[in-house]
């Protein structure tokens, strides 16, 4: 798994995914791998892309072990996970408004997907990355212009992806929505 580029990690991560489906690698050996794709970025980025997107037959229900493979590697997934969530959100308003009905149940599965991999995980530090990207947004509307000047780690994330002020509420909705059910089981 060294060395992979993001586009031949999605493909390492699809087979991976489909061997865990198929019950044809041993866990220690899955927790091994999925461990490798989450520690470099751009991996977990392809790990994350083939999880999230892919028709698996478990659908939004990720199997535990990885979950527990994530929780074991948090490096980059935590703040991958958020940002996926927020990306999810916003891509689906616009597939909306395009009537592309099929791209936005693609963006919701997403966003499903990556709300039940963080309620799995429900940590502090996951929570921390929630509450940082719904403050840079709630900034974002606040500032009442798509480029408007905000603070916090995810400025430079929001501003790169040019959502439109739907889109910032929509994904701010969302993750506001998860933080409470975090906050009350």
């Not at 994350?48 to 072990?65: E, R």
């Not at 916003?90 to 963006?107: D, F, I, M, W, Y």
């Not at 480029?147 to 040019?162: K, M, V």
């Amino acid at each position: 798994m060294e060395n992979l580029t993001f586009h031949q990690s999605i493909e390492a991560s699809r087979e991976l995914i489909e061997k865990l489906e198929s019950k044809t690698l041993p866990e220690d050996q899955a927790r091994e791998e999925i461990g490798a794709l989450l520690s470099d970025m751009a991996t977990a980025r392809g790990f994350f892309v083939s999880l999230l997107t892919g028709d698996w037959k478990f659908g939004n229900k990720i199997p535990p072990i990885v979950i527990e493979s994530i929780k074991a590697k948090p490096g980059h997934s935590y703040t991958l996970l958020a940002r996926n969530l927020v990306m999810s959100c916003a891509t689906a308003v616009a597939h909306k408004r395009s009537e592309q009905p099929n791209l936005a149940e693609g963006s919701d599965r997403v966003a499903e997907r990556s709300a039940y991999l963080i309620k799995k995980i429900d940590n502090a530090d996951i929570m921390s990355e929630l509450v940082d990207i719904k403050c840079a947004c709630e900034e974002r509307l606040h500032e009442g212009t798509p480029h408007a000047q905000n603070s916090g780690a995810y400025h430079a994330f929001l501003e790169r992806w040019s959502y439109d002020l739907e889109q910032i509420r929509a994904a701010r909705d969302s993750v506001k929505n998860l933080i409470e059910k975090l906050q009350n089981p």
